[in-house]
């Protein structure tokens, strides 16, 4: 079992930056590939970032060049820092992992992961 810790959302101005965290216990976290999704209301819930056990890193389209993702495997804990926001980037901000293995399947959907944290809030005012 995996249990996900969120925090650092909150409300920010356009342009401006904010770094989520995500805290994982359970298991060994260097065996994880952790992944950062959104859902904004109204709409479905869209990839954002992963990152592989190795360290290689995948993003959206929407956000790629803007946000980083990290691992800090002592501390057990996944990064999202978010810069040049967006109103677009307004959504629930969702922490997942997943130990594989994955039989073919993408780390770029939501399907791929078995375990998600409960989500913070991020809104970009205008």
């Known amino acids: 079992q995996v249990q996900l810790v969120e925090s650092g959302g909150g409300l920010v101005q356009a342009g401006g930056s904010l770094r989520l965290s995500c805290v994982a216990s359970?298991?060994?976290?260097?065996?994880?590939?952790m992944g950062w999704f959104r859902q904004a209301p109204g709409k479905e819930r869209e990839f954002v970032a992963t990152?592989?056990?190795?360290?290689?890193?995948l993003y959206g389209d929407s956000v790629k060049g803007r946000f980083t993702i990290s691992r800090d495997n002592a501390q057990k804990t996944v990064y999202l820092q978010m810069t040049s926001l967006k109103p677009e980037d307004t959504a629930v901000y969702l922490c997942?992992?997943?130990?594989?293995?994955?039989?073919?399947?993408?780390?770029?959907?939501?399907?791929?992961?078995?375990?998600w944290g409960q989500g913070t809030q991020v809104t970009v005012s205008s």
């Open positions: 997942a992992a997943d130990p594989g293995p994955y039989f073919g399947s993408s780390l770029r959907l939501a399907r791929t992961y078995d375990y």
């Open positions: 359970g298991r060994t976290f260097s065996n994880l590939v």
């Open positions: 990152i592989s056990v190795s360290g290689t890193t």
